[in-house]
């Protein structure tokens, strides 16, 4: 089941429609903080992986079958669905909309924070650098 949370950053990047996603981008920490974008990534990952979940996979596991007979593969009913054969209880797809949800705000939390000490962080670099040059300096006379 845990396999099936490295779904949501890929899932994520679909959550958002092209057009606004090349908008939004110029200040990724405002969409990442917008409520309604947190919905949108939410409700979007909840749909696919809703969908996954309902997505048949007894034809495949007759194929794995055909060539491995001792596999698992063999004891998976023919109209089996992934949600099925992962075990999943049916409430997944919500739970895993609402991980989003809470994600989508920390990573908004993050980026807000860079964004508020990038300058000081770029000052910071500026003068480690100046010193390992004035270090260099000292250390060729």
Known sequence: MTRLALLAPPL?????????????MRDPAATLNDPVAQERMADTVAAIVGALMRM?????????????PDSDA??????????EVAGRDPDFADRMGD???ASARMAGHAASAIAAYAPV???????????????????RR
């Open 121 to 139: 962080l770029r000052d910071m670099a500026r003068d480690l650098a100046a010193q390992w040059e004035r270090e260099r300096a000292a250390a």
């Open 56 to 68: 048949p996979v007894g034809p495949l596991a007759e194929a794995v079958a055909r060539v491995d």
């Open 12 to 24: 994520i990047a679909l959550a958002v429609p092209l057009p606004a996603a090349a908008s939004d």
């Open 99 to 101: 991980d989003v949800r």
């Open 74 to 83: 063999a004891y998976i009913p023919p109209d089996a669905t992934l949600g």
